[in-house]
Structure formats: structure tokens, C-alpha cells
């Protein structure tokens, strides 16, 4: 037996560091968090200063067990799991569960997984911070205790089975409320002037500029009058300026702006990056990820001066060193960047490979020179108004920093597009062309999860270690939808001035397009008004970032944890017990008028299954009538006229082997019922418009892929099913579902092979019908 253990919180990561050591320590792993707050009532001991109720979980009691056995093994043990409050709170855990003894216990923590920072790591050792274990805590407590106290209060006021969290509620508004801004959002047009000016250059050669009048004109006889004088107008150049500007390369990236970028460049969601990060860590290749320092260390700072040199040159070099504005910065030491300077790709997955690819650039880039730049503007005259007509461009005269990062290949068409030639002052102009074209002005854009992060980070809701969970569970929770937008045909106006004569013409253009944008649903915007209404402080944004600054205190042991909590609790609670006692229910009804047949009243509002358009009310003789709302519609803005033809569902279209089928809308969206089975519609068809032909061509197809799914039933009692899934074959037993290793072919497997893949895979290789397991 060694006579250390190392003990880490995820296997890789574990793997990783055993390559450093030798035969004298042995590398465990805690697979996360070993324990958490009771799930039976609330775990909190509110008697006992609020004292958490911590158990060590069911999946976990094995490894829990082989730790011991380990712990009592060693001469030494030693505490490894990641820097920041998560980490120590893990290795706070480990110490209290195992029973571990302070005397051989030692904390060590480090922000890269290289050979010399775990050697230098065991030389300098430390005890555990109870400072950022108390912060940690605080924060799971006060999270437990909002979302265990709001949570039945949604229940009763609401809908059932419906929960809030502090920060989710606060990220749900932020999208409740641009959803709103958009809906009352009115365009208002303008006319652009655009010109195509024939000249000379210093040289005497022939020229053609393009050029924007200064002044937009509110209206379309303003735009005309304009184009009219300027059927005689003259055009000279007026002043010339050329001035050189810098660009600075941007910080090395933090956790949040590397969500951010991520996305924008690599299409990455925000929980991706993070997994992706992760593995390049753990694996030794980058340094910690959950950061909001721009820090680099001087060893970081030396081997990239060594790097841009070798590349590029002594003059590309700038040594920057950048400091973290942000005041909560506290989750580690450096930003993240690449553990091998002079490693600009490694090996790994292709999404591994575009994220490390984009972190060496950005941290390279930032040690570069700035990219020197010329900027021209040329001011042109007319007689045809008192407005000025301007030129602009950009030449790169020394591209810098830009040599290794540049945002895309689309700005250097820009740049190629935007030069302009060397003309003298006074030189005449000719107008080939003038435009005078209708614009809009934009809507505010929805959140993305890239700038939704950015936001959240701008108010100081969250810190690096929870931006990711909480765009994902409001994503689960169904109160935000991720999803697209087709774009609409917008007519604009176009007026062209050419040879004399001025041309009037519409034309139509694509706008509004979505891609990956944040929705939020009917159920989200409910809630979002009930706990607005009534518990404004929760989720007022100040009040959520000062509750990051407390726990901040917390961390540095300015405040003790204890007292934080108090004080929010008995103010908190009173507001519990007095809105279950003295609120409204809210399902947030609208009435939309009077339905024509019945002359009943008729409105939407969320019902038990989702957002639902009634005829009738409750307190009438007669009941009530329902119809689902398609996905596509919600309850903020449904007329009355799509509202009633809901109410022509469910339609009978035809029948097929001499039976009904019946377009319907249900609780999770249109189907075809057809002999006692459901057949869900693809987005992209109308239930309302759907024939015969098309409903059977459903039919047939999802048969057909039911009977494709199952390659085989193994087994006595057949046990086990070895099925085709969407992401290969796979087999289940017991309600739980087992990876078929690679290169075997599905339909060979016996039940005897089964019954060995679930011996060997109990935990890593599982999933339970509905559950992910969590990876820390």
C-alpha cells in the first residue's frame, strides 16, 4: 500500500496527476461532491444556527467506503480537489466524512495540472480555508432555503410541481423583461443617402468613391426633395484627414469571457465550453477554469515572449501584464490559458481542439504589439444641402496582434472594401449614382446564452462557477426556451437618383432572424410576475449581487456566515407565510373577447398542462371549453382570432386501414391520434393544414423506426433489450440503460454478455431513464 493518497474530485483529472508521482503516492478520485444536504425535508438544522444536515449520497456510499479503507491505509493524506470555494468545500467534506486526522492531512491546491506545480504544491502545503468553506456553504444554505420556501408557494399559487431558485428567478426576469421591450418595440424608418462619386486621384487617374450623407431624412418627400436638388448639384472634396489609430488586443480569457467568445466564434452552449474546458484541464493542458482573473504569471509571460518571438519577431512582442476590475474576483490566481506556451494545438476531440486553439490565440495575442492602423476620412460638399457627404477607410499598416487573432475573414473584406485613394482637397466630383433607401430602426436583440452571461456579469449576479448551471437549469425547468426564429419579409423603399432621372421602387428583405436565442415561455413569464409582485427583493438585481458581495466577505472572513443568513432568513420568511395567506392565485389570464358561436367570454391563461385559450368561465352553468396552445404561440400576444381557431381541433382528416385520424393538440404539442396510438407532428407542419396523404406518411415512418428500434430481447424473462438509440445501440435493464462497447456489433450480444457489461459498468457506464449524472 503507498504510503500517500492523493484524493481529486474527478477521475481524469486523477489520471492526469498519477503520471507525476511516483510508486509512493496513490491518486484517488471522489467523483465530485460525497455529500450534500438531506433531500428529506429541508437539511437545515434552523435550531442550531442553521446548521446543514449533510449525507453522503446513495451513489456515493461505495466510494465513500474505499476512501476510508485508503485514508486509514496512508501515512499521509492529502487533499488535492480544485481552488476555489467548490474545491475546498469538497476537501472540507472528504476531512469530516473519512475522520481524517489533522496531524497526516494536508491541503494542497494548484491552478495548472503540470509536473512542477504538483511537486511544488506537496512542498508547500496548507490547512484547509474555513473561510471559503463557510462561503460555499452560506451560499447552499441560502439557495436551499429560497428555493425550499418559494418553491410551495409557486405550487399553490401557480401550477404544481413548479420551483424557483435565487439566481435562476433573476435570469428569468432579465429574459421576461426584453421579451417584453420587444413586444412593445415600434419601428420607425429613416431614409440612408448613399453616393457613387466619379473623381481623379493625386495621380491623375480615374477614381470611384463611395460616400454616406451625414444627415438621415425622417420622411420620404424629405428624401426626394433632396434627390431633386441634387439632379443639379455639384460634389467637391472638402477636407481630407488621416490620422493613425492602435488596437489593443484583448485580456486572456476569464471564465465568463470565454463562454462568450466561445459562442460567438464556435457555436459552443455555455454548458459545453464548460465540459470542454474541464477536459482540457483535467488533462493537463490548460490551466484551472473557473476564474475571473486576467492575471498571467510571470513564468506564463516569459515562455509566450519566447513563443511570439520564435513565430513572428521581436517587434510583434508587448509584454502586458492586465489586472482584474471586477471587484468579487476571488475563484483563482490566473486566467486561462494554455499550461505549454509553445503548444499552439493538442491532441483530443475536435471540440477539445477548437477550444484550445482559441485560448492559445487569445493568450498569445495578448502578449503581442498593437496593431497600427490609418485612418482616412474624406469630407465631401454639395450643393444640394447644407449635410456633407463622408468617406471612410482603413489600412492596417502594421498588423500586430492581429497576425494571430483576428475576429473573422469577413473584417478583412471590410478593410480591403473601406480604402480609400490619395485625392487632393478641392478635387470635383461627378454623382454616377445617389440612393436614398428606407431603414429601420432595431429591435433590442433577445439574449443569447453568451450575452446573457455577459449581463448577468455586468449586474455581479453569480460568480464563474455558476453561470453555466443556471443557464441550464432555467432552461430545464422549462421557464426559458433555446430556440430559432425564421426570418420575415419587411418591405423598404428605394429611391435612386441615375442619369437625371429618379427611380421609385419597393423592394422586399429578410429581417428579424434568430438563431439560439433565449425565450421565455407562458409558465416563466407567470412566475416571473407572481415573485416580482410579491417578492420583489429576491429578485431585485441590486439585491442579488449584494448577496455575492456578502459571500465574497464571507470568503475572506470579514462576515461570519451565520449572521448573513439570519438576517435574510427573518426577513424572508414572514414574506413566505404572508403571501400563501393573502395572495391571488395567477395563471395569468387574459381576456382576449367573446367567442362568435357561443357568446361566451373568451381568454388564455396557464392551465394544468400548459398555456390553454377557454371558452367560458367557472362560475357559468355550462363548463368550460379548452384547446392547447401550439408552441409557436404564447398568451402574451395571441389574438382572438388565432385563439378561436384553436377550437377547431380536434379535426378528423381521413381515415387509414379503415380507421380515424384525428389532429389534435396535446400537452407536448400537436399529434395525430390513430387507432388508440399517438403520433406527435414534426415542427415544421400545420396541424391545422395537414391532409390525409401526410398524416400516413407519419404514421408509417414512426411504426417503422418503433420496429427498428429493438434489435433484440435476451433473457429468461427478457430482461434485457438490446435497442437502437439516437447515439448508437445501446441496451437497458432494470429501467436502466448500459453502453454496448465499441466494435460490437449489437446483434451478436447474448444475455450472458449483458449480464458482464452491467457488472463492469454499475456506476460510469449508467444512466437512469431521466437522471444525468452530475460530473463535478
Not at 428624401?223 to 492602435?246: D, G, H, M, Q, R
Not at 493537463?284 to 504569471?297: A, E, H, P
Request: charged share 30%.
Amino acid at each position: 500500500m503507498s504510503k500517500n493518497l492523493v484524493i481529486v474530485e474527478s477521475p481524469a483529472k486523477a489520471k492526469t496527476i498519477e503520471k507525476f508521482l511516483g510508486a509512493d503516492y496513490q491518486v484517488m478520485s471522489s467523483f465530485g461532491h460525497i455529500r450534500d444536504l438531506a433531500e428529506k425535508g429541508i437539511g437545515i438544522d434552523f435550531e442550531n444556527n442553521y446548521a446543514p444536515v449533510y449525507v453522503v449520497s446513495t451513489d456515493k456510499k461505495k466510494v465513500v467506503s474505499e476512501l476510508k479503507k485508503a485514508a486509514k491505509a496512508a501515512e499521509t493524506v492529502w487533499l488535492a480537489s480544485d481552488e476555489d470555494r467548490e474545491g475546498e468545500a469538497i476537501a472540507w467534506h472528504l476531512y469530516d466524512e473519512l475522520k481524517l486526522d489533522k496531524k497526516n492531512t494536508k491541503r494542497i491546491v494548484f491552478h495548472e495540472i503540470t509536473k512542477d506545480a504538483i511537486l511544488r504544491a506537496i512542498e508547500t502545503p496548507r490547512e484547509i480555508d474555513v473561510h471559503l468553506v463557510d462561503a460555499q456553504q452560506a451560499r447552499r444554505v441560502l439557495d436551499r432555503i429560497v428555493g425550499f420556501e418559494l418553491s410551495p408557494v409557486l405550487w399553490r399559487k401557480v401550477k404544481p410541481s413548479l420551483s424557483a431558485g435565487r439566481v435562476q428567478s433573476v435570469a428569468v426576469r432579465l429574459i421576461v423583461e426584453r421579451e417584453r421591450e420587444i413586444n412593445l418595440f415600434t419601428a420607425e424608418s429613416s431614409y440612408r443617402v448613399q453616393a457613387v462619386l466619379n473623381g481623379t486621384d493625386v495621380s491623375g487617374n480615374p477614381v470611384v468613391i463611395k460616400a454616406e450623407l451625414q444627415h438621415r431624412f425622417a420622411t420620404k418627400a424629405e428624401a426626394l426633395n433632396f434627390l431633386e436638388n441634387s439632379k443639379t448639384a455639384s460634389y467637391k472634396v472638402e477636407e481630407i484627414t488621416t490620422k493613425p489609430i492602435k488596437k489593443s488586443p484583448a485580456p486572456p480569457f476569464t471564465t465568463s469571457t470565454l463562454q462568450q467568445e466561445a459562442a460567438r466564434k464556435l457555436g459552443f452552449p455555455v454548458s459545453l465550453t464548460m465540459r470542454v474546458a474541464q477536459s482540457l484541464y483535467e488533462s493537463g493542458k490548460i490551466t484551472y477554469m473557473r476564474t475571473d482573473s486576467v492575471n498571467l504569471s510571470d513564468l506564463a509571460l516569459n515562455t509566450a515572449k519566447a513563443e511570439i518571438k520564435a513565430m513572428a519577431g521581436d517587434r510583434y512582442v508587448k509584454i502586458r501584464k492586465f489586472t482584474t476590475t471586477s471587484k468579487g474576483a476571488q475563484e483563482a490566481h490566473e486566467a486561462i490559458r494554455p499550461t505549454y506556451m509553445n503548444a499552439p494545438t493538442v491532441t483530443g476531440t475536435a471540440q477539445e481542439q477548437k477550444l484550445y486553439e482559441l485560448i492559445w490565440k487569445r493568450t498569445i495575442a495578448s502578449q503581442m504589439a498593437d496593431a497600427e492602423l490609418e485612418k482616412t476620412s474624406i469630407v465631401i460638399s454639395t450643393t444640394a444641402g447644407t449635410s456633407k457627404f463622408i468617406a471612410s477607410g482603413e489600412v492596417i499598416v502594421f498588423d500586430g496582434f492581429l497576425k494571430v487573432y483576428l475576429e473573422s475573414s469577413d473584417d478583412e473584406e471590410a478593410e480591403a472594401e473601406g480604402l480609400l485613394p490619395q485625392m487632393k482637397s478641392g478635387e470635383v466630383l461627378d454623382a454616377a449614382e445617389i440612393t436614398a433607401q428606407q431603414r429601420f430602426t432595431q429591435r433590442p436583440p433577445r439574449y443569447s446564452e453568451a450575452s446573457l452571461v455577459r449581463k448577468l456579469e455586468e449586474l455581479g449576479i453569480g460568480r464563474p462557477s455558476t453561470y453555466a448551471p443556471t443557464i441550464t437549469t432555467i432552461q430545464n425547468r422549462t421557464y426559458v426556451e433555446k430556440g430559432d426564429r425564421p426570418a420575415e419579409k419587411r418591405e423598404y423603399n428605394l429611391l435612386t437618383l441615375k442619369n437625371g432621372k429618379i427611380n421609385d421602387k419597393n423592394h422586399t428583405e429578410n429581417t428579424g432572424a434568430e438563431k439560439a436565442k433565449l425565450f421565455p415561455t407562458d409558465i416563466g413569464m407567470v412566475v416571473n410576475d407572481f415573485l416580482t409582485e410579491y417578492f420583489p427583493s429576491i429578485m431585485s438585481y441590486d439585491f442579488t449581487a449584494r448577496i455575492e458581495k456578502e459571500f465574497d466577505s464571507v470568503a475572506e472572513g470579514k462576515v461570519n456566515w451565520v449572521s448573513s443568513i439570519d438576517s435574510f432568513y427573518k426577513k424572508f420568511h414572514p414574506i413566505v407565510e404572508d403571501t400563501l395567506k393573502n395572495s391571488e392565485r395567477q395563471s395569468g389570464e387574459r381576456i382576449l373577447g367573446t367567442d362568435p358561436v357561443s357568446g361566451r367570454q373568451l381568454s388564455v391563461k396557464i392551465g394544468r398542462y400548459g398555456p390553454v385559450a377557454q371558452i367560458g368561465t367557472a362560475e357559468e352553468d355550462e363548463k368550460p371549453q379548452f384547446a392547447s396552445l401550439r408552441k409557436d404561440q404564447s398568451i402574451e400576444n395571441i389574438s382572438l382570432e388565432e385563439a378561436l381557431e384553436l377550437f377547431k381541433l380536434p379535426r378528423t382528416i381521413g381515415q387509414f386501414e379503415e380507421k380515424d385520424m384525428t389532429v389534435a393538440i396535446g400537452r407536448f404539442g400537436p399529434y395525430i391520434r390513430h387507432d388508440g396510438a399517438f403520433y406527435s407532428l414534426p415542427k415544421d407542419v400545420d396541424p391545422m393544414s395537414i391532409g390525409a396523404d401526410a398524416a400516413v406518411e407519419i404514421i408509417i415512418a414512426k411504426r417503422e423506426a418503433e420496429r427498428n428500434k429493438v434489435i433484440s430481447v435476451l433473457g429468461e424473462k427478457g430482461e434485457y433489450q438490446v435497442l437502437n438509440g439516437r447515439f448508437g445501440p445501446y441496451f437497458t435493464f432494470e429501467k436502466t440503460n448500459y453502453k454496448i462497447p465499441k466494435g460490437t456489433d449489437p446483434a451478436t450480444l447474448t444475455a450472458e454478455d449483458c449480464a458482464e457489461l452491467v457488472a463492469k459498468q454499475p456506476a460510469a457506464g449508467a444512466k437512469k431513464k431521466g437522471f444525468t449524472r452530475k460530473k463535478k
